[in-house]
């Protein structure tokens, strides 16, 4: 098989699997236009296993086939692209990082699959020492929102692995001022956890920026908070 077939074979699975009805149904999820097959929870899932069978999918091959899909209205094909990535973790190498990078410039339209990115591959190649974080520094800074948002949900995990939260918010402090709804989102998400593990460093960082952050941000960070705690929080006028 090569990279021209497998995409015609996934759209052909994706075309023969169609459902408008589920279309619909997932289009509240996503903001603005969803162009999706609309195929059931699952069958991605299913379809990417019985393709890995085939021992010529290998990173290399994946990386080579995966421009195609990503780059595709069509919110299905990308997630077949980084879930088979996502099924060879241990095999992952610098080139995998690249790639990824140059992604965000033809794809990755949604928090969706930004958000698959910062919970599984990102954290993995962060993990096995491939990428530091401080590899992440100009992602803060990108003129794409999702790869912005990135950042905060890949560092969610690294927050299990070091003592001293002041650094990683050092580094995610940029993205307080960001204007984008989904880096909002991501950042908050990040907090929330960060207050979970330790609260006294995470409340000190909310109070640093409650009248200059958005509030969708410091809505997410304080979610697990009581109503009493959260009033701290409040804009002042």
Not at 87 to 113: L, M
Request: charged share 25%; net charge neutral.
């Amino acid at each position: 098989m090569n990279s021209s077939e497998l995409v015609k074979e996934i759209r052909s699975y994706c075309q023969a699997n169609a459902n408008a009805e589920n279309v619909i149904k997932y289009s509240r999820y996503f903001k603005g236009d969803y162009h999706a097959y609309g195929l059931a929870n699952g069958m991605i899932e299913a379809k990417v296993k019985e393709l890995l069978t085939d021992k010529s999918i290998t990173i290399p091959f994946i990386l080579q086939t995966a421009p195609e899909l990503i780059s595709s209205e069509k919110y299905e094909e990308p997630g077949f692209a980084l879930l088979m990535l996502s099924s060879k973790k241990n095999q992952y190498t610098r080139e995998v990082f690249q790639a990824i990078e140059s992604w965000f410039a033809i794809g990755i339209r949604n928090w969706a699959h930004a958000d698959m990115l910062g919970m599984w591959m990102l954290p993995d190649l962060v993990k096995q020492g491939v990428v530091t974080i401080g590899d992440f520094a100009t992602w803060i800074k990108s003129e794409y929102k999702f790869q912005r948002r990135c950042v905060p949900v890949t560092l969610i995990k690294s927050l299990k692995t070091t003592d001293d939260f002041n650094d990683l918010f050092s580094f995610i402090e940029p993205l307080m001022s960001d204007p984008e709804r989904e880096v909002h989102q991501g950042a908050g998400w990040f907090l929330r956890e960060a207050w979970k593990l330790n609260r006294e460093v995470t409340e000190a960082f909310l109070l640093k920026h409650k009248n200059t952050a958005p509030r969708l941000i410091i809505q997410y960070a304080t979610e697990k908070m009581t109503k009493e705690e959260r009033l701290a929080y409040r804009r002042e006028k």
